[in-house]
């Protein structure tokens, strides 16, 4: 083997080694920040906004990456209802997080529901007004509700707040007390 093979060799072993170590320092980077843990789920909750789930909802997602927050609660009767929390940092607008937020739903469901728009309420968090959006839409013949709320939290990150149901199975006491309860 000549000199030159020889040395194109090593540079290319040393290559593969030094992009295989960053693959999994990016992946033990990555997967650390992520959690299924209810436990470590619900501190992630509380980071974002101090708050009580209704009953029967646990946290089984989340996550705190680079700035961005996200827990997930899901019903435990098996209902799909869902309850996340996210905090972004404030620089991210308002209308682009809450128009994402429709957008991600609707493809994770599969069918690309359209939600039209129904109306907003005020509820209070942390002693101020906020407008809560109400949507409503149809995923395999089922009836979904989407409740969405942008507001600032704790710190000056905003905080979309979205509560997806279907229609049949809407807690509307758990929704509310959990609202109530957002601090």
Excluded: C
Aim: net charge negative; proline share 4%; glycine share 10%.
């Amino acid at each position: 083997m000549s000199r030159t093979a020889k040395i194109v060799l090593s540079v290319v072993a040393v290559l593969v080694v030094l992009i295989a170590g960053l693959g999994v320092a990016a992946w033990r980077f990555i997967s650390g920040n992520f959690t299924t843990d209810p436990t470590n789920v619900a501190a992630i909750g509380q980071e974002i906004v101090p708050h009580e789930l209704p009953p029967g909802y646990e946290g089984e997602f989340g996550t705190d990456l680079l700035g961005f927050k996200v827990m997930m609660a899901f019903d435990q009767q098996n209902t799909q209802a869902t309850i996340m929390l996210m905090s972004v940092p404030a620089a991210t607008g308002r209308a682009e997080l809450e128009r994402s937020a429709r957008e991600q739903l609707s493809q994770q469901r599969g069918t690309n529901v359209q939600f039209e728009y129904v109306g907003t309420r005020d509820i209070v968090v942390g002693g101020s007004p906020v407008g809560l959006d109400r949507y409503e839409g149809v995923s395999d013949g089922v009836s979904v509700v989407q409740e969405i709320a942008v507001f600032e939290g704790p710190g000056s990150d905003l905080v979309l707040l979205m509560l997806v149901t279907a229609e049949t199975v809407y807690d509307a006491s758990g929704f509310e007390a959990f609202l109530a309860s957002l601090e």
